[in-house]
């Protein structure tokens, strides 16, 4: 439960149209406590009971409309239900924002909902689904040091196989782990495993040296099955998540874990943080969530440091630094999609890889408008791109694996 004054500032923010995205992540993520979401129906209902109504932004009274939807769904209640709470002389606004509601109606109930960055009028969205598609799921193949060829999904749990003294199980969980078994046991110190996503496929990897790795769809990761005594390396593709085990060596040394991928070296210490390098991208960006890391362009000339809550962005040879929202960029990790001021292509990338499905845009269509907002990757996608049509000014259609992206018809 949040206090309630801090949730009174938030709202009078949202009022007056200088609300931050963190604030309205915070505002719609109240409604899953009973007593946060009491107050703000308050909230609502005093704001709608004063003249400042006609002086709110366009903007706040889309926002508003949005958190009645909520309201109303989560309640399971029928607009003539809200009306009825409210006097009689200012049911006019309830349907004026109801019916706002029902046209922006971004589902924020749930977890999920998407808003534009900037105002847009929202007409009523066009959604063809000629069949729906699951969402992504536990899928890789694993390339052993002799060539062959596992696919995990197919394996039984347990025991995979074992080579050059490390056991390799597959866990109920969904997970691929390293276990040194005999260092005697060692036959081939250069032996390399690879495991690689596909589209619609996720994996978890603990390396032989406690180091956690996640991969998101379409990744990659190589790395030794022994690692050497003086420093570890990996090298990846996509993206993937690390939570790098500290290790130390005879004198008391930290070994430093060395992670490469195009266009960029990440020397590692300990720590936790994610990289994303998908080819179709136009930058690397590196996140980091706890400790340090040091990154250093293909050129060699350029290097930076990173301290956590910081995200670098590599474009060619050169770094550029900002503070981020660490969430956004480890959504997928945690089971979601949680999109903060990103482009519509950007979106429909990542949609793409999850559901393992093309995008076809039509000519001449409008891509500049930025979205945020949060849906589970667990929902089917028909749910996604219902949400998504809604919000963006774009007609969203689903044809066997193709998604048909159009420009909005005039109502």
Sequence with gaps: MKDK????????????????LHELHELLDSFQHAEDKNSLLKLIEQHLQTDSMETSSTEATEVIARVLEKLMRQNGMEQETIIHHMSSQRTYRWKNIVAIAAAVCLFAFAGIYFYP??????GEPLLTVTHDVAPGMNKATLTLSDGRELLLDDVEIGELTAESGISIQKSADGQLIYTVQSQEAVSDINAVNTIHTPRGGQYQVVLPDGTKVWLNSS?????PVHFAAESRRVEMTGETYFEVEQLLDASGKRIPFIVECPGQTIEVLGTH??????ADEQQTRTTLLEGSVRLVAQDGKNNVKLRPGQQAKLYGNQFSIAKVNVESSIDWKNG???FADESLPVIMRKIARWY?????YQQNLSLQENFSGRVSRGKKLSEVIKVLSISADVDLKLVDRTILVNNKKKQ
Excluded: P, R
Excluded at 10 to 19: D, Q, T
Excluded at 117 to 122: D, G, H, W
Excluded at 273 to 278: G, L, P
């Design 5 to 20: 004054k801090h949730l009174e500032n938030i709202f009078k923010n949202l009022v007056a149209g200088k609300y931050t």
């Design 117 to 122: 960055s900037t105002q847009q009028q929202v």
């Design 219 to 223: 990744s990659s990761l190589t790395y």
């Design 273 to 278: 943080f994610n990289i994303n390098a998908y």
């Design 336 to 338: 979601d999609f949680y």
């Design 356 to 360: 393992d499905v093309d995008i076809q």
